[in-house]
């Protein structure tokens, strides 16, 4: 692998489509009001991976409508198990062989993506993502505030905290993945475009790839 390292997104990039928009259909399956919640989680995350709302912001809203139990999250996980990309899959061997220099940074929550990864080739100190908080009696009631990824730039704030060093390409399909090259913390990005294709995002980016074999094709032919 020419760059140094691989920074890889989750949601809408190893899986197909957004973490938290599978929980609202698992947590909301009795709520009369179901469909309406899901279009407003949807259009709120939208917001926040073009870049219209804070993160932060977006985050906190949609965790504020979820109205997720810890035994909805039991069921979340097998079934993003079945989004994950093909092209994650058939391309087993890359990840195999670079597993010490690519890392998963993700505005989703880690405690998901480690087991929905537990099966491939991916270091969990390896995997950053959120952590939820909870009351006492499991329901899901914010995000920890002390975790960066909480937060507005979180995905920069984190990157800075690793100090990689070399030089990083960047894989993902959100604004988030795009200021970490236009805060000069990665050399090239790469618009992920397989799932969902998001313009102001688009823009930013080096390259575009519809699936990982046009990501390792591009990042293997980079000098």
């Known amino acids: 692998m020419n760059p140094s ?3 890889l997104d989750f949601d809408n990039t190893i899986v197909q489509g957004e973490t938290m928009d599978d929980l609202a259909r698992i947590s909301l399956s009795n709520n009369p009001e179901r469909e309406a919640v899901i279009s407003e989680i949807k259009k709120t995350t939208a917001l926040g ?8 912001e977006s985050l906190s809203k949609r965790l504020a409508l979820l ?7 039991e069921k979340l996980v097998p079934s993003l198990k079945e989004k994950i990309d093909p092209s994650v899959i058939a391309n087993i061997e890359f990840f195999k062989r670079h597993t010490d220099n690519i890392y998963i940074v993700s505005g989703g929550f880690k405690s998901v993506i480690d087991q929905v990864l537990e099966e491939l080739p991916f270091y ?31 995905k920069c704030i984190l990157l800075e905290s ?13 604004m988030s ?12 990005f790469i618009a992920y475009t397989g799932h969902v294709e998001r313009e102001p995002v688009i823009m930013h980016a080096d390259e575009t790839a519809a699936s990982f074999d046009e990501v390792i094709h591009q990042i293997e032919g980079w000098e």
């Not at 070399?166 to 959100?174: F, H, L, T």
């Open 67 to 73: 109205h997720a139990h810890t035994s909805h999250l």
């Open 162 to 174: 690793l100090n990689l060093g070399g030089s990083g390409a960047i894989v993902g399909d959100g």
């Open 5 to 7: 390292y691989l920074i």
């Open 177 to 188: 993945d795009a200021e970490l090259k236009l805060k000069g913390l990665a050399d090239f």
């Open 49 to 56: 991976m073009s870049g219209a709302m804070p993160f932060d």
């Open 124 to 154: 969990k100190d390896h995997i950053f993502g959120n952590a939820f908080t909870f009351d006492n009696d499991g329901w899901i009631i914010g995000a920890d505030e002390e975790n960066p990824l909480s937060q507005q730039h979180g």
